[in-house]
């Protein structure tokens, strides 16, 4: 029977299933194996093969990752570093804690940076480095990207953080740049709630990536016992009462208030500022969680494609811009229209539909404050257009072909004459 109180949902951890329910349980009685254990090491070596590459290093998120990357090239203080708008601060920010100063170019409409804006800005900020976001799972243009890179001597970072699996001409993403980084948060590819990787093919970094490891250290016992707790409070509390009297929704924020779970994105990351929990290395009981769901990856993804290819299908002739067919793992497929913000009002309010809102800001969060990541209104004017105007709709393996033909329905309410 299907319970009218759980939402639809994008987020919320979308990823969790029964199994990943029941080891969060285990582990939540085993606190020896919180921090120390061999699933950090095998976790590592089943990303090196699955990649191909030499070094896969992992840390306690995807900013810790790409921060200790930075530290790694160790660029001059106040060095400029290249990266897109329509972001996360958890891409500015390790660049900002890292005494750097980011420069931002304006995106194209497939939400990846604007190469030919990126080549004039090259020139003009004298950069070396340059963060390349596949946003949403969308794969840049690498050929050209490495053109410019071999050019101007540039050295890539790739941000993969929405990209596990996804490719550019039958080769993975996160194998191009000089070094990559890969995220594991709660609504990411896969997810053991805070998570990352860093890989590199480059020995001096590879081995500086494992000397900062084992410097940063693990997070406190506390803070990983948050993270194990948020599956299963997610699974057997939150979401089934989501919608009962807010029962759910309450019982979310107050257990985030309270600490008993942590937040997404923390308010001092919002500042710019950095929480004691970053950097850190990754800690067993999470790798574990991550290892379980990396055990599931092709099955997701797959999924998602199924889900995704539905989507075309349905919404081919609606009033919605749909994203460009390439060898996209669909983390969400990201659809736009010009009253993007109502409809996510609407579907919340009117169907029990919560579908996403990455990037409803120019740099998301939508409180993050733009004059702490050193961003000013008007910088990068399509990447404000698309924050406007873009939803993603859920693609995740708790999503049934029943789900998304609600979805469906709800969205071909909005006509024609009010599309793109």
């Known amino acids: 029977m299907v319970n009218r109180f759980k939402p639809i949902s994008i987020s919320l951890s979308p990823n969790v299933q029964k199994d990943d329910v029941f080891l969060a349980l285990k582990l939540l009685f085993l606190p020896w194996k919180w921090r120390r254990g061999s699933a950090i090491k095998k976790l590592e070596e089943e990303f090196k093969k699955y990649l191909g590459v030499k070094y896969a290093v992992s840390f306690n998120s995807g900013r810790s990752s790409l921060y200790a990357i930075l530290t790694a090239i160790n660029p001059q203080k106040n060095s400029n570093i ?53 946003t949403f799972g969308l794969a840049n243009n690498m050929a050209e990207i490495l053109t410019l890179a071999k050019q101007y001597n540039l050295i890539i970072i790739e941000d993969c953080a929405h990209a596990l699996g996804a490719e550019f001409n039958g080769r993975k993403l996160g194998t191009f740049g000089t070094a990559s980084f890969f995220s594991f948060s709660r609504d990411k590819v896969i997810s053991s709630i805070y998570g990352g990787m860093a890989v590199t093919n480059d020995d001096i970094l590879g081995k500086k990536l494992e000397s900062l490891q084992k410097e940063f250290s693990q997070p406190s016992l506390f803070w990983i016992k948050q993270q194990i707790l948020h599956p299963i409070l997610l699974w057997l509390i939150i979401l089934p009462l989501y919608n009962f009297l807010d029962l759910g929704k309450i019982f979310l924020v107050v257990s985030q208030w309270i600490h008993i779970l942590s937040k997404a994105v923390s308010w001092q990351e919002k500042r710019g500022l950095k929480p004691d929990y970053f950097p850190k290395a990754l800690p067993n009981a999470l790798a574990l969680l991550a290892q379980n769901q990396f055990n599931k990856l092709e099955k997701f993804n797959a999924h998602r494609k199924k889900i995704a290819d539905f989507y075309y299908q349905e919404l081919k002739n609606s009033s919605f811009g749909l994203p460009e067919k390439t060898n996209n793992i669909f983390l969400r497929f990201t659809i736009t229209h010009p009253k993007a913000h109502e409809i996510l009002y609407q579907a919340w309010h009117t169907e029990n539909i919560l579908l996403g809102d990455w990037y409803t800001s120019v740099i998301a969060p939508l409180d993050t404050q733009l004059d702490k990541m050193q961003y000013k209104n008007g910088l990068c004017p399509k990447a404000e257009d698309l924050a406007k105007k873009t939803l993603n709709l859920p693609t995740h393996i708790n999503i049934s072909i029943k789900d998304a033909q609600r979805i469906v329905n709800f969205l071909k309410i909005y006509p024609k004459n009010n599309g793109n």
């Open 82 to 134: 290249l990266l897109q708008a329509f972001t996360c601060n958890a891409l500015v920010n390790p660049v900002l804690w890292a005494n750097l100063k980011p420069i931002y170019i304006d995106c194209d409409n497939n939400f990846n940076i604007n190469i030919d804006l990126l080549k004039s800005g090259i020139i003009k900020e004298q950069a070396k480095i340059l963060v390349v976001q596949h």
